[in-house]
């Protein structure tokens, strides 16, 4: 396989959008390499994600040239190179802020680890909570959020505590140089223009479920 280097987000202008599509295309080159296939068309990645084999070529094209003509892909090197492209060839050290129903669910969430997302430290601020210990992790306070995250090299944090502490929870977390936040609590976060943000709401994605029934969208279509 070809690869030629281009630049990545934000020196590309990449859309969120492209960038969700990659992780998508990732997930179908396992199943599809879990299932004996060891090259793929863009129409065949296409069709495993409702999309057009133009779009497929297009978001890739904004990261280098792959496949050959007449071929196709190779699984497992596009595979690869997706990986790298989205950063997840390598370990992340992940702060989770909050050990609440949400949180604790979070723990349990095996594809953060195959993916190298590593919890390594959880924080609370209830003192029924900290130092109770949750999938082999302590409780800790979130008062010594700063030496915590120092010590593991935290880069980024997932949030999942109430609405109304969620905004002072990411200041203190960006007092303390991280700068990626997972965020689940029901709020939008105000942030400098270096932190990135995903907002995760649960409730949002199901009104858009009820929003697609209402109005008779193609069920073959994802919203």
Do not use: H
């Not at 990986?83 to 992340?92: E, F, L, M, Q, Y």
């Not at 430290?121 to 800790?140: A, M, R, S, W, Y």
């Not at 949030?159 to 960006?174: K, N």
């Amino acid at each position: 396989m070809t690869f030629i280097d281009r630049p990545l987000v934000g020196e590309n202008k990449i859309s969120d959008a492209t960038v969700r599509r990659l992780s998508l295309y990732y997930r179908s080159l396992k199943y599809a390499y879990d299932r004996g296939m060891r090259t793929i068309s863009s129409q065949e990645l296409a069709d495993m994600n409702n999309l057009t084999a133009a779009q497929v070529r297009k978001d890739l094209s904004f990261f280098g040239a792959f496949g050959r003509r007449g071929l196709g892909y190779y699984v497992a090197d596009l595979q690869r190179n997706i990986a790298r492209i989205i950063g997840i060839n390598k370990t992340w050290n992940v702060a989770l802020v909050g050990a609440g129903n949400i949180g604790r669910a979070l723990l349990d969430y095996d594809q953060f680890r195959q993916q190298g997302f590593l919890i390594k430290v959880l924080f609370d601020n209830d003192p029924t909570k900290i130092g109770k210990t949750f999938q082999g992790l302590e409780v800790k306070d979130f008062g010594n959020v700063a030496e915590e995250i120092k010590q593991n090299k935290i880069k980024i944090a997932i949030i999942a505590v109430p609405a109304q502490f969620a905004q002072s929870v990411v200041d203190r977390l960006i007092g303390c140089k991280v700068r990626a936040v997972l965020n689940f609590a029901p709020i939008t976060l105000q942030v400098p223009e270096n932190i990135w943000v995903r907002n995760e709401n649960m409730a949002i994605e199901i009104e858009a479920l009820s929003f697609a029934l209402t109005n008779r969208r193609d069920p073959t279509r994802t919203i």
